[in-house]
């Protein structure tokens, strides 16, 4: 099935269709019920992504906000503490999971670039008293979205596991976009998941499937996570059609990623040539921040000529756009986004 579009879609890498090949693959999966256990292909997923993440055991989930949810709420009970980066999106777009499902509190420090350091975490770290809840889980994310898809630096979440391991505290990586990072750096995704207890990943961003995302972890908190699952409504049944479109991703779109991030480089380099629009932060993945100057354009006004150029962006905080390239972006798109972005400064 061919799908003509009027618009090039740059508002999240969530957008993407899923390809011929990937439907067939759903069209002739082999499925049974996930709650009993008995979906062949949903098991051969976990076992796989386990195998490739170097841990115990896998967990088919529907998002990655219950991925991320699960794996705070199996390393930490009600009235414990979190420690987060300000602007991750346990924080800004999980509608306070965590804290409203599972009573944990979350400390928000503020990074650089969404980057916090072992060294800024450690005096942050409480021991459980009569006044204080005790710090019982670290949470990184990697790419960090609010900071255009910034990799959180290997050798810095190496030193914050070393630091959780000291204090007896347990580390939760949003991996939502970790195929990005492990793309653009070369480091394996076993070791960037040796830098933490449990790890969400998603297959509906960069991946290019429809739904779906993963949660690893040691056996024991994967059964754990499997029946917070079920309480939350997260027991599908014959869902392997999903979980084949995730191994069909596994097998043809991680590699080729970099072309997402070589297009996301050079739609930077547009941006940079429009007056009242500059490049936030450095591009190192799939995600274009731009400033906007909004004695030039209000952010709503440089969406709505954006779109009437056939070219679709969102806001992304006061005075922001965010861009997002995928799968379903070509680089012959991507210079059509340029002259749509070069024509505003000739409208």
Known sequence: MSHTRRFIDLRSDTVTRPTEAMRRAMATAD???DVFGDDPTVNALEARVASLLKKEAALFVPSGTMGNFLGVACLAETGDEVILERQCHV??????????????QLNALDGDRGVMTAAQIEPHIKVQSLHTPGTRVIGMENTHNRAGGRIYPFDEMKRIKALAERHGIRVHLDGARLCNAHVETNVSLADYAACADTVSMCFSKG????????????????????????RLGGGMRQTGVLAAAARYALDHHIERMRDDHKNAKRLASFVEQVRGLSILFPVETNIVVARVDEAVFTVDALLAQLKERGVLAVPFGAGRMRMVTHLDVSADDIERAGEALRSLGRA
């Open 31 to 33: 499925v049974g019920d």
């Open 91 to 104: 924080m800004n777009y999980e509608v306070s999971s965590v804290a409203a499902l599972h009573g944990v």
């Open 207 to 230: 991946l290019g499937a429809p739904i779906g995302s993963i949660l690893v972890s040691t056996q024991d908190v994967v059964t754990r996570a499997r029946r917070l699952r079920k």
